[in-house]
């Protein structure tokens, strides 16, 4: 109770922070404004401002504060413009619109979808591979490890390029570059859940006479769930990155990366604001919900 | 054909030859060790050409290794300045800015425990989120050059580097704190000798995980907009000509300095968390 009174509280700060620093970042182009519009600023002239620093021109113009919470293309959209642009672009536009987010949202949320799928799946293969053959383990095991440390992102235009020109396009691009962002946390965190049951556990399994596949079954798998749900999550966003930037290097005329993408060659900065939001509550959501099976789930067998 | 058929030949070859080495005597050893990903790394990449040219593959779909090695010893000065404008004066300069304030910001943030409790959850939070996502706006507020690519970084690594170091500063048992107390230590003092240090691992975790997503925000930020220079900038633009061995070789580039700056994180890590017992083993 009281740590979600401390989380609104800094909530309701960063709120703050937020408006407050939208009047300096917004007033040049306010005061343009309000100067063509007739309305008396200091000084007068958008080159007499151009050098002066933006709290000395709020300073000096503090009634045009309110006005920098309402422009049209502000450089810094106030909390308010951002939440009514979320409203507008989800519940009241119809969901087929290509201006709704919440298709654009489902555009990139399927990709998301297959590319975790598939990655996940072939990730926790491998890792069953990897922790049952020493081969597998000695020579793929160090190239995952330090395919970690490589911005694996970089490959995501040519990927998309290179299945367009032999005739792949649609979902499947993009979920390739998910399953490939996902693929290797799940891959590190299976093979350390995996091989987390301790000696003694492991020799009391052999003095039941259990052979490998029983261990396998009743022994790594139900202990290593912990590992791989703090890897699902990991690789959920991971996926969800992906799918976002493959939408970017094609000029994808749909999902949450095209609209950023769009809103940054226009200038659409409430659009751009409002697609990141779009974003981080998708994201919000899958890792939630992502935690909400993990409970339910070690409950069930016990665990938490 | 007969390259096809080389490449699966040698393929089961290399198969062989590590599966002897690992159930062999040399698995133990360090140079078995090594050798193992070696070989299968090299198997790759030969099978890789052999296929590549067997199968008469397109260079606009996948250049052999070969043509990639003598893209990238032709371009190297390209590369490299692309390397300096993107890694070093984008990922680096806001890696460096962004864990310093992030670990400051963690110090301040330590001494009130309602700041802790409400900054966790959110950190926690926020370094769930693409933030990726942020490029196209920090570009247009700081302009093509680097520093909005290193604003992306530092907006990046703040997150997941502020949450480490507060889990991190954490870490102390109340012995310890009573022991400090009992030699009369100050809040610094005993910050500096008792508290700094036990938070170390918990640190460079951070730093560990920053210094892939520095990499990643700077190459990603240049996708919405750059001088004609930079890693990122080259990959798109050369995506758009069809020179993908160009791409490659700044995959390359890109797979190199996130490998070397990783190790060398690591690397750092290992001096000064040497009493820990990961490092011990």
């Given at each position: 109770?009281?740590?979600?009174?401390?989380v609104?509280?800094?909530?309701?700060?960063?709120?703050?922070?937020?408006?407050?620093?939208?009047?300096?970042?917004?007033?040049?182009?306010?005061?343009t404004?309000?100067e063509?519009?007739?309305a008396?600023?200091?000084?007068?002239?958008?080159?007499?401002?151009?050098d002066?620093?933006?709290?000395?021109?709020?300073?000096?113009?503090?009634?045009?504060?309110?006005?920098?919470?309402a422009?049209?293309?502000?450089?810094?959209?106030?909390?308010?413009?951002?939440?009514?642009?979320?409203?507008?672009?989800?519940?009241?536009?119809?969901?087929?619109?290509?201006?709704s987010?919440?298709?654009?949202?489902?555009v990139?949320?399927?990709?998301?979808?297959?590319?975790?799928?598939?990655?996940?799946?072939?990730?926790?293969?491998?890792?069953?591979?990897?922790?049952?053959?020493?081969?597998?383990?000695?020579?793929?095991?160090?190239?995952?490890?330090?395919?970690?440390?490589?911005?694996?992102?970089?490959?995501?235009?040519m990927?998309?390029?290179?299945?367009y020109?032999?005739?792949?396009?649609?979902i499947?691009?993009?979920?390739?570059?998910?399953?490939?962002?996902?693929?290797?946390?799940?891959?590190?965190?299976?093979v350390?859940?995996?091989?987390?049951?301790?000696?003694?556990?492991?020799?009391?399994?052999k003095?039941?006479n259990?052979?490998?596949?029983?261990?396998?079954?009743?022994?790594?798998?139900?202990?290593?769930?912990?590992?791989?749900?703090?890897?699902?999550?990991?690789?959920?966003?991971?996926?969800?990155?992906?799918?976002?930037v493959?939408?970017?290097p094609?000029?994808?005329?749909?999902?949450?990366?095209?609209?950023?993408?769009?809103?940054?060659?226009?200038?659409?900065?409430?659009?751009?604001?409002?697609?990141?939001?779009?974003?981080?509550?998708l994201a919000?959501?899958?890792?939630?919900?992502?935690?909400?099976?993990?409970?339910?789930?070690?409950?069930?067998?016990?665990?938490? | 054909?007969t390259?096809?058929?080389?490449?699966?030949v040698?393929?089961?070859?290399?198969?062989?030859?590590?599966?002897?080495?690992?159930?062999?005597?040399?698995?133990?050893?360090?140079?078995?060790?090594?050798?193992?990903?070696?070989?299968?790394?090299?198997?790759?990449?030969?099978?890789?050409?052999?296929?590549?040219?067997?199968?008469?593959?397109?260079?606009?779909?996948?250049?052999?290794?070969?043509?990639?090695?003598?893209?990238?010893?032709?371009?190297?000065?390209?590369?490299?300045?692309?390397?300096?404008?993107?890694?070093?004066?984008?990922?680096?300069?806001?890696?460096?800015?962004?864990?310093?304030?992030?670990?400051?910001?963690?110090?301040?943030?330590?001494?009130?425990?309602?700041l802790?409790?409400?900054?966790?959850?959110?950190?926690?939070?926020?370094?769930?989120?693409?933030?990726?996502g942020t490029?196209?706006?920090?570009?247009?507020?700081?302009?093509?050059?680097?520093?909005?690519?290193?604003?992306?970084?530092?907006?990046?690594?703040?997150?997941?580097m502020?949450?480490?170091?507060?889990?991190?500063?954490?870490?102390?048992?109340?012995?310890?704190?009573?022991?400090m107390?009992?030699?009369?230590?100050?809040?610094?003092?005993?910050?500096?000798?008792?508290?700094?240090?036990?938070?170390?691992?918990?640190?460079?975790?951070?730093?560990?995980?920053?210094?892939?997503?520095?990499?990643?925000?700077?190459?990603?930020?240049?996708?919405?907009?750059?001088?004609?220079l930079?890693?990122?900038?080259?990959i798109s633009?050369?995506v758009?000509?069809?020179?993908?061995?160009?791409?490659w070789?700044?995959?390359?580039?890109?797979?190199?300095?996130?490998?070397?700056?990783?190790?060398?994180?690591?690397?750092?890590e290992?001096?000064?968390?040497?009493?820990?017992?990961?490092?011990?083993?």
């Amino acid at each position: 109770m009281r740590s979600l009174l401390a989380v609104l509280t800094v909530v309701a700060a960063i709120v703050v922070l937020w408006y407050a620093a939208c009047a300096p970042m917004n007033i040049k182009g306010v005061l343009t404004e309000l100067e063509r519009g007739g309305a008396q600023v200091v000084p007068e002239g958008a080159p007499a401002r151009r050098d002066m620093s933006a709290f000395g021109l709020v300073a000096g113009n503090s009634f045009a504060i309110p006005a920098t919470w309402a422009q049209e293309r502000p450089r810094l959209p106030a909390p308010h413009q951002v939440v009514t642009e979320l409203w507008n672009t989800t519940v009241m536009k119809k969901i087929t619109s290509k201006r709704s987010l919440v298709y654009h949202g489902w555009v990139t949320l399927s990709a998301t979808l297959l590319g975790f799928a598939i990655g996940t799946g072939l990730g926790i293969l491998l890792a069953v591979g990897i922790v049952h053959s020493r081969v597998m383990d000695m020579s793929v095991m160090p190239w995952a490890i330090v395919s970690q440390t490589i911005p694996i992102i970089a490959l995501a235009p040519m990927i998309i390029v290179v299945l367009y020109s032999v005739g792949v396009q649609g979902i499947l691009p993009k979920a390739i570059i998910s399953a490939y962002l996902s693929f290797f946390p799940v891959v590190v965190g299976m093979v350390k859940g995996l091989r987390s049951p301790d000696a003694m556990q492991l020799d009391l399994l052999k003095t039941y006479n259990a052979n490998t596949n029983q261990g396998f079954w009743k022994l790594r798998l139900p202990a290593s769930m912990p590992y791989l749900f703090a890897s699902l999550k990991i690789g959920i966003a991971a996926s969800l990155v992906g799918a976002i930037v493959g939408e970017l290097p094609t000029g994808a005329v749909a999902g949450l990366g095209a609209r950023l993408l769009a809103g940054s060659y226009y200038g659409q900065t409430v659009q751009i604001w409002s697609a990141l939001f779009g974003a981080a509550i998708l994201a919000g959501l899958l890792v939630g919900l992502l935690g909400l099976i993990e409970r339910a789930t070690l409950k069930r067998m016990g665990m938490s | 054909m007969t390259l096809v058929v080389l490449a699966f030949v040698l393929w089961a070859f290399g198969i062989w030859v590590n599966m002897r080495l690992a159930s062999g005597p040399a698995a133990r050893t360090r140079a078995g060790k090594l050798a193992v990903p070696v070989i299968f790394g090299v198997t790759i990449l030969v099978m890789w050409e052999l296929l590549v040219r067997g199968l008469g593959v397109s260079m606009v779909i996948l250049p052999a290794p070969t043509l990639i090695a003598a893209r990238f010893a032709t371009s190297l000065p390209t590369l490299w300045a692309d390397f300096a404008q993107t890694f070093v004066k984008g990922a680096l300069s806001g890696y460096v800015m962004g864990c310093g304030a992030a670990v400051l910001t963690a110090v301040l943030i330590d001494r009130s425990d309602f700041l802790r409790r409400g900054l966790l959850p959110v950190g926690n939070f926020v370094a769930a989120l693409p933030i990726v996502g942020t490029a196209p706006i920090l570009v247009m507020w700081f302009g093509f050059d680097w520093q909005s690519k290193a604003a992306v970084v530092v907006v990046m690594v703040f997150f997941p580097m502020l949450v480490n170091t507060v889990a991190g500063l954490t870490q102390t048992s109340a012995m310890q704190r009573d022991l400090m107390r009992t030699y009369a230590a100050g809040y610094w003092q005993s910050f500096f000798k008792l508290r700094l240090p036990a938070a170390m691992p918990f640190i460079f975790n951070g730093l560990k995980i920053s210094s892939t997503l520095a990499l990643i925000g700077a190459i990603v930020a240049e996708f919405f907009g750059s001088p004609t220079l930079g890693m990122g900038f080259r990959i798109s633009t050369s995506v758009g000509q069809l020179s993908l061995d160009m791409v490659w070789a700044e995959i390359v580039v890109a797979a190199l300095a996130g490998t070397a700056f990783y190790g060398a994180v690591a690397m750092i890590e290992k001096a000064v968390t040497f009493w820990h017992p990961s490092q011990r083993s």
